[in-house]
């Protein structure tokens, strides 16, 4: 399987705190992107990086990107409540063509307590 | 509009219906995507269309048919389905051109299918 791994599995965080997940891959990559999920409905796009890129920021996350490790973590700074929720990193293979075909990692969920 | 809408949000089928998945987009999107999503784990791309030609199945079986009868409309056809086929399915959207354009997925809420 071309899946990534994320880890932790779970994260529980207060309030105001950071929490960073980890994701690792297989195969050669031309971006990664990070998405999250709110109780198993759909997936809303947070932010890309792309292979020639080591770090990305955008508002309160940050993204950081190791090709010859095959990783990528992403950092959610002065957490909220509101960010509860599934994290999942995916990759698009080097890959020619005319589509985007992402692998999902296996997921980090979130939960932050108010 | 970067709305993605499926219909319907819940649908419950015996293993010998027929039923069918609505997607619907009108971000002007060319490239439009099938995946399962079984509880607890990452979504799993089943099909590509692409200028609603399917440019990509990922050995889905048979019982699942996708359609793309315009570019702004994609349903999943579902026949003879098994147990094990309950999931959340989600549809995506893009652009299709080569380019930055085409790496953003937009999806749309899921249909959660029970199959009994």
């Known amino acids: 399987s071309q899946q990534g791994e994320e880890d932790p599995q779970a994260l529980s965080i207060q309030e105001g705190e950071n929490a960073t997940m980890n994701c690792s891959y297989k195969?050669?990559?031309?971006?990664l992107q990070w998405y999250r999920q709110n109780s198993g409905r759909g997936l809303v796009h947070l932010i890309l990086?792309?292979?020639?890129?080591r770090e990305k920021h955008s508002g309160r996350l940050r993204v950081t990107l190791d090709t010859s490790k095959k990783s990528s973590s992403l950092l959610i700074t002065a957490s909220r409540a509101a960010d509860t929720a599934s994290y999942f990193c995916?990759?698009?293979?080097?890959?020619?063509?005319?589509?985007?075909?992402?692998?999902f990692g296996t997921g980090t969920l979130l939960a932050v307590q108010p | 509009d970067t709305e993605v809408t499926q219909t319907p949000k819940h649908l419950v089928m015996g293993m010998t219906n027929k039923k069918s998945l609505k997607c619907e987009q009108h971000?002007?999107?060319?490239?439009m995507y099938w995946y399962k999503q079984k509880a607890k784990k990452p979504p799993e791309l089943m099909f590509v269309?692409?200028?609603?030609?399917?440019?990509i199945n990922e050995s889905v079986p048979s019982r699942f048919s996708p359609e793309c009868p315009n570019s702004s409309l994609l349903n999943l056809h579902l026949h003879a389905l098994q147990p094990e086929d309950s999931a959340l399915y989600l549809c995506?959207?893009?652009?299709?051109?080569?380019?930055?354009?085409?790496?953003?997925?937009?999806f749309g809420p899921g249909t959660r299918l029970l199959v009994l």
């Open positions: 995506a959207s893009s652009q299709a051109n080569p380019g930055r354009g085409r790496e953003t997925q937009y």
């Open positions: 195969t050669s990559i031309n971006n």
């Open positions: 990086i792309r292979s020639n890129e």
């Open positions: 995916a990759t698009v293979p080097y890959y020619g063509g005319a589509t985007n075909k992402l692998i």
């Open positions: 971000m002007g999107h060319r490239a």
């Open positions: 269309y692409s200028y609603e030609k399917l440019s």
